[in-house]
């Protein structure tokens, strides 16, 4: 086994004086895939901010790599691979689409040309302001972005949240394409249960901050005893 991608050790963090997230620890390796599930305040986006530099730590430390980046701030962390898509998406209104995906653009395999290919949609409106976009059309733009700075990690706070079902489709297509073609791990929040652990290799279930479950996804797919008690049945009752 080599270094892995990102490692968190016993991270405690949170705002200011408000410790949200309690000796969470864990790893995800190059091209890996890993699902934060857990209910509604449990820290999944904490987790996230924190893996991007936005939170206080109190204790425990952040690998890069190998490197210790526990006091990196976002922007060297977005610098060197890693991109988050944040839940409410903050693409830019007054930009086009096109412009909203070179500004931060990274050399690397995703140009405007591999991204077209990816999303139709985003051609068809590259000359689109952001605001004139529907709901599912930013949130492919908010992950076509963030792809074009070409980035190792990919964190996904959300991604298919309140969107149509059609769309909620394309953009599973364009996950597990991205997952397949390019060099890139992905941390996936999701709400939908059964589509983050179809999506992903490996698991982990939040409880009041902690990591309260680890497994396999394809594993805690059938454990619907774990499931129901931290995550709730929302999602697999739909199926
Ligand atoms: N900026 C902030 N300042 C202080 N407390 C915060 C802040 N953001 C979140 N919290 C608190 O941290 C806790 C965890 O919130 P977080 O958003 O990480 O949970 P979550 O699991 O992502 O929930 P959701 O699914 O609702 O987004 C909550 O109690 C929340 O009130």
Do not use: C
């Amino acid at each position: 086994m080599g270094e892995p991608l990102l490692r968190l050790q016993n991270v405690t963090a949170g705002y200011g004086d408000a410790v949200v997230l309690n000796d969470v620890s864990l790893d995800i390796a190059e091209s890996g895939a890993l699902a934060v599930l857990g209910r509604n305040g449990v820290g999944k986006s904490t987790l996230m901010l924190t893996i991007m530099g936005f939170t206080q730590m109190r204790a425990g430390r952040v690998f890069w790599r190998g490197q210790d980046i526990s006091r990196q701030p976002p922007h060297w962390r977005a610098n060197n691979g890693i991109a988050w898509v944040a839940q409410e998406r903050e693409i830019f209104p007054s930009l086009s689409v096109e412009e909203n995906l070179t500004v931060a653009a990274q050399r690397g395999a995703w140009t405007l040309e591999t991204i077209y290919q990816m999303f139709p949609r985003l051609s068809e409106r590259k000359r689109n302001m952001g605001n004139q976009l529907s709901g599912g059309e930013q949130q492919m733009l908010a992950i076509a972005r963030a792809l074009m700075t070409n980035p190792s990690l990919l964190l996904l706070d959300e991604p298919f949240e309140g969107l149509a079902p059609v769309i909620v489709e394309e953009l599973i297509r364009a996950v597990k394409q991205m997952l397949a073609g390019q060099k890139l791990a992905i941390v996936l929040v999701e709400q939908h249960t059964d589509v983050a652990l179809e999506l992903t290799a490996n698991a982990i279930v939040l409880e009041r901050g902690a990591v309260m479950h680890r497994a396999p996804s394809a594993e805690l797919q059938k454990d619907t005893e774990t499931l129901e008690r931290y995550v709730g049945l929302r999602v697999a009752a739909e199926h």
